[in-house]
């Protein structure tokens, strides 16, 4: 078997576990406000905070100004992507004007070319670690994370295998210069709310 082939049939696996993972949680009782996602093979439930709910809505408005209504822009949207068991929910993915649904109706890894993630207190380490690392292995080009409580944008860049190049820290009050990605535009962060 060869490299490629070993990786294609781990996908495949994952995909099937996710996917029963995903079932099983569509039928539980999930509190209203509250997100669902896997990283690594745990299950995450974090509650969504009025704070976290404004910072993607200000994220998600600069989208659609830039690129129009008709933008594939989504937030808590299932995408799977590289690694062991992750079905990432990005608070905000922006996807190419190309993408299209896989057989089995889902957005593809491969064209997504921005996620933002507002960080809550229980997933900071989720964000900054291994969604981190599997956005750079999908070669995601632009990866921001947003924290409330630090008052701060940290904005990844040229991923380079499992981590950015480049790292960028921006303090809110400050634009989020991302006029040299595929974005193509500049994030106010002075109105971003902080915890």
């Known amino acids: 078997m060869t490299v490629l082939e ?3 049939e781990m996908a495949d696996a994952n995909t099937k576990r996710l996917d029963e993972w995903f079932e099983r949680l569509e039928r539980m009782p999930v509190p209203e406000g509250f997100r669902v996602e896997i990283v690594g093979g745990n299950v995450h439930m974090t509650p969504q905070r009025d704070t ?8 998600v408005r600069a989208i659609e ?3 129009g209504m ?7 949207v299932r995408i799977d992507f590289p690694g062991r068991e992750n079905g990432f929910c990005p608070d905000v993915a922006k996807l190419s004007d190309s993408a299209q649904k896989d057989s089995e109706g889902r957005w593809r890894h491969e ?3 921005f996620v933002a993630e507002v960080v809550s207190e229980g997933t900071a380490a989720n964000d900054y670690g291994p969604k981190k690392a599997a956005y750079a292995i999908a070669e995601v080009p632009v990866y921001v994370i947003v924290d409330p409580y630090q008052g ?7 991923p380079k295998g ?3 190049a480049i ?7 400050s634009d989020v210069d991302l006029t040299y990605t595929p974005v193509g535009l500049t994030l106010r962060t002075d109105e971003f709310p902080r915890d």
């Open 167 to 173: 790292d960028t820290k921006v303090e809110f009050g």
């Open 65 to 67: 100004d830039r690129f």
């Open 162 to 164: 499992d981590d950015y």
């Open 152 to 158: 701060r944008c940290r904005v990844y860049t040229q």
């Open 111 to 113: 064209d997504v070319e």
């Open 70 to 76: 008709d933008v594939k822009v989504f937030s808590d």
């Open 6 to 8: 070993d990786r294609i």
């Open 52 to 59: 976290h709910w404004e910072i993607i809505r200000r994220i």
